[in-house]
């Protein structure tokens, strides 16, 4: 069965830097378009970043310049680094592809 699992929130200072990694299995890896989305409290889900199975990136607006999203298809696993943070930043990143989610991790950008 499909499974994606997140790792890498924390807590983080506002300018600092997290790396998220989410490992991905039970479908054709390389094959995937994989999504970064994330969830603020009290807000809906918004997209941050894709992937494509080529490489083609795309990015919100408001992380733009800030954040990467890249792929290792050899280790199953898409990341997001996540640099000059704030706190509006602060949610539960989730993974997805296709109808299938982590489960999340959460960031959180505070002093």
């Known amino acids: 069965q499909v499974q994606l699992v997140e790792s890498g929130g924390g807590l983080v200072q506002p300018g600092g830097s997290l790396r998220l990694s989410c490992a991905a299995s039970?479908?054709?890896?390389?094959?995937?378009?994989m999504n970064w989305v994330r969830q603020a409290p009290g807000k809906e889900r918004e997209f941050v970043a894709t992937?494509?199975?080529?490489?083609?990136?795309y990015y919100a607006d408001s992380v733009k310049g800030r954040f990467t999203i890249s792929r290792d298809n050899a280790k199953s696993t898409v990341y997001l680094q996540m640099n000059s943070l704030k706190p509006e930043d602060t949610a539960i990143y989730y993974c997805?592809?296709?109808?299938?989610w982590g489960q999340g991790t959460q960031v959180t950008v505070s002093s």
């Open positions: 997805n592809h296709d109808q299938y």
């Open positions: 039970g479908f054709t890896f390389s094959s995937a378009w």
């Open positions: 992937i494509t199975s080529s490489g083609s990136t």
